[in-house]
Nanobody
């Protein structure tokens, strides 16, 4: 019932910034954990960042720590990924995902039931 639509991808030079947005519709995602995944050509999809329903718990993959920030605005039913200091290695299709909240230390791990179609992020050298 939840539809997720990503936006904000595009071309950026190395060292630049982008902010991805994930707009949810069909159902409120205020009680969902949300995440951003990415998939580069020839590579498997990997989780980049996740945020709990409250926004108080976040997860970041090691390679993006200190550079990316995930946030959410439940009133707008939207999740964001602020990407700073972008590197060519960040080039990938970025996907928004959501699922019912789960407690525990592994709250952020897949599976996720709801997925967007992806938005391309390309970082030039």
């Amino acid at each position: 019932q939840v539809q997720l639509v990503e936006s904000g991808g595009g071309l950026v030079q190395a060292g630049g910034s982008l902010r991805l947005s994930c707009a949810a519709s069909g159902r409120s995602v205020s009680n969902y954990k949300m995440a951003w995944f990415r998939q580069a050509p020839g590579k498997e999809r990997e989780i980049v960042s996740a945020i709990s329903w409250s926004g108080m718990n976040t997860y970041y993959e090691d390679s993006v720590k200190g550079r990316f920030t995930i946030s959410r605005d439940n009133a707008k039913n939207t999740v964001y990924l602020q990407m700073n200091s972008l590197k060519p290695e960040d080039t990938a299709v970025y996907y928004c995902a959501g699922d019912s909240a789960r407690s525990g230390s592994r709250w952020y791990v897949p599976p996720y039931d709801y997925w967007g179609q992806g938005t391309q992020v390309t970082v030039s050298s």
